[in-house]
T-cell receptor, first 119, second 114 residues
Framework: DTGVSQNPRHKITKRGQNVTFRCDPI?????LYWYRQTLGQGPEFLTY????????KSRLLSDRFSAERPKGSFSTLEIQRTEQGDSAMYLC?????????????????FGAGSRLTVL | AQTVTQSQPEMSVQEAETVTLSCTYD???????LFWYKQPPSRQMILVIR??????QNATENRFSVNFQKAAKSFSLKISDSQLGDAAMYFC???????????FGKGTKLTVNP
């Protein structure tokens, strides 16, 4: 297992186009997170899955954003009708959670990120 | 709402010297964890050190240690014997009990001078 893999690493698109990012977590990890990081800022939480269930979504995740994790393994993050403000690094992370309760063992392993540039 | 503040946008240190990165946080929860993550240029974020709020003893990982002041809501990171490979963005993070996400500070860019 080589860790959390994200593809593509870079995406340049024109405003109004749709883009999709894929995240392959560590195989035994049941939790998967998406974060967005803009220049000069810390990552901001977007959404989180426990297995295939999407359990929490940030208000940052507008109607143009949709995330899925259909079989509890890889996840996709789709942005429809991209805007210049969507330009950012999209980070995926995974962890091995224990049920639905808070656990300090939830140390996140991050991928290298997918950088989106909207022209 | 939980917040994490890193007041030093940039810091620099000479190789082999010691540097301390500052972090303050705010939470109304009694059950929480604090983390420092490191993000090297163009590479993924990795965990440096973790502190459980209920533990009074400061966490230590080799050259990295924290000064956890719970009453002051302060969580600083000390890097001893700094190495060139320590150059990175360092993020202070909070994970509250009952929440399922890390809240990040804005980060501190650390430069290590040879």
């Amino acid at each position: 297992d080589t860790g959390v893999s994200q593809n593509p690493r870079h995406k340049i698109t024109k405003r109004g186009q749709n883009v999709t990012f894929r995240c392959d977590p560590i195989s035994e990890h049941n939790r998967l997170y998406w974060y967005r990081q803009t220049l000069g800022q810390g990552p901001e939480f977007l959404t989180y899955f426990q297995n295939e269930a999407q359990l929490e979504k940030s208000r940052l995740l507008s109607d143009r954003f949709s995330a899925e994790r259909p079989k509890g393994s890889f996840s996709t993050l789709e942005i429809q009708r991209t805007e210049q403000g969507d330009s950012a690094m999209y980070l995926c992370a995974s962890s091995l959670g224990q049920g639905l309760t808070f656990s300090g063992a939830n140390v996140l392993t991050f991928g290298a990120g997918s950088r989106l540039t909207v022209l | 709402a939980q917040t994490v503040t890193q007041s030093q946008p940039e810091m620099s240190v000479q190789e082999a010297e010691t540097v301390t990165l500052s972090c303050t946080y705010d939470t109304s929860e009694s059950d929480y964890y604090l983390f420092w993550y490191k993000q090297p240029p163009s590479r993924q974020m990795i965990l440096v050190i973790r502190q459980e709020a209920y533990k009074q003893q400061n966490a230590t990982e080799n050259r990295f240690s924290v000064n956890f002041q719970k009453a002051a809501k302060s969580f600083s990171l000390k890097i001893s014997d700094s190495q060139l490979g320590d150059a990175a963005m360092y993020f202070c993070d909070l994970w509250e009990g009952g929440s399922e996400k890390l809240v990040f500070g804005k980060g501190t860019k650390l430069t290590v001078n040879p």
